[in-house]
């Protein structure tokens, strides 16, 4: 079970100070949380991907690619990358790189993106969102795959005789795992690929991300990729602890009261109740996780969402330490009673080791690249 | 069996529009009662949502009780709409419970509009108002419709002869008509099918 954080990037002013943090001061802090995400033992570190303002992470592998270095076992993804309005081709380029400097340590999460005006931006239409991914998507997979690609589309320019440079790391690509709310043409898409499928599970109630999961799963076996309870299944989660939880619910109530994407809304009680968020003491959110899995089965990526709504660094820095101390106590809940036959989210090394495995058994389909 | 859905925008317990809406579904029970059909009647009172729709508007996200709200038009063979009138329209509500309702839940499905007001100086609200939201969201709009104005509970003929008449076309309308009672919230293609879009 891996566990880690997904960030949005955004620059939002402390409710509570009236301070905005300069976009300069939040780049840093995302370094600082990520290291420190590391420091405790995480699995994951997932950046946003977003080209307005008041987020910072327009240029996701620049920013992935400096933790990077500054990191070294912590593993790297996107929370999600635009794959409606990102060239795939510069996608399938930036994440090469990437994944060569980290020795392997990023995946990515491919998402559409759902702010209207960003898509002309990219000369693109939000109307064709759905289409935009299928088809952006059918030709990153087969950038990482193939070595000459020849490709027409209706989104992009033809490619006659194209060669991705750098090619993937160990001939494996990254694994990739495709994350909507709501819609059930994307987690089709991933279960026909057999990628992960991930839902961010922080807006709608735990009844709804119960639904596309299992749409998922029962995809994912129907095209072929093993029984249901062996998809790659990753969710978000979100709260806020403190030792005391009345202490907790008092401290995160003013972010949460004008927080950009809820606040002004339900009242944090009745938006605890509704959707996975957890404010309380870390046992309520050691439970509460654990929960997840009576909706959606045994998982295999629980991401937090813990830096956002203008909480100052230390705070963050402070809920990271509480998550820490959580870590041995979920690690332990997420364990038990887990079939055997639940795999792991794929990591480089597992990847390879599979694809090793296959070619010893299927030589010819290897080698022509026909396998997916 | 026939499932037929008040809603109604008043914002008291006893407001005229509820009390509009009870009639007209009694008397649309007593005209499928003739024809042997059997109905259940069910009162969606906006004002029991009113945060909740409210809360939409600003986080995109619907709570549970408006998820059920959803459904109980999904399940509905007919709509009885009925609003009060402000400043010469529907009321601000009405319109968001229509808003948050999206685009798919009325298409094809039977609507008998109706209305109250002080007077009946305000009665063409339904023409010019209440039609044209249904229009636009491909209800069937029942061709009777029916308004009350205050004076009209009092007054010993008049009402009870129009929401007779209203019944009685709105349930030829829903008895001729097949809407949509599936949720394709979790439908999906297969992805051959996708790839080749």
Redesign the interface.
Known sequence: MQIGLFSVGDVTTDPTTGRTPSEHERIKATVAIARKAEEIGLDVFALGEHHNPPFHPSSPTTLLGYIAAQTSKIMLSTATTLITTNDPVKIAEDYSVLQHLADGRVDLMLGRGNTGPVYPWFGKDIRDG??LA?ENY?LLHRLWREEVVDWEGRFRTPLHGFTLAPQPLDGVAPFVWHGSI?S??I???A??YGDGFFHNNI???M?HTK??VH?YRR?FEF?GHGPADTAIVGLGGQFFARKNSQDAINEFRPYFDVAP??????SLE?FMA??PLTVGSPQQVLERTLSFRDHVGHYQRQLFLLDHAGLPLKTVLEQLDILGDLLPELRKGFAEGRPAQVPDAPTHASLVAARDAAAIQEPELVATGAAR | MTELLVVSSGTGPNSSSRLLGSRLAEAAQSVLAERGEPVIVHHLELRTIASDLANHLVTGVPSAKLEDAFAQVRAADGVIAVTAVYNGSYTGLFKLFFDALGRDLLRGRPVLPAATGGTARHSLVIEYAMVSLFYYLRALVSSVPVFAATADWGASVGLDARIDEAARAFVELVLTSHPDKTDPSFDVSDFTTLLGG
């Open positions: 759905i289409d299928i059918a709501r059930p043409q987690a089709e898409q279960a026909y807006f709608w109630n009844g639904q596309m749409l995809r095209h994407v809820y606040g002004h809304g339900p009745e509704e959707t």
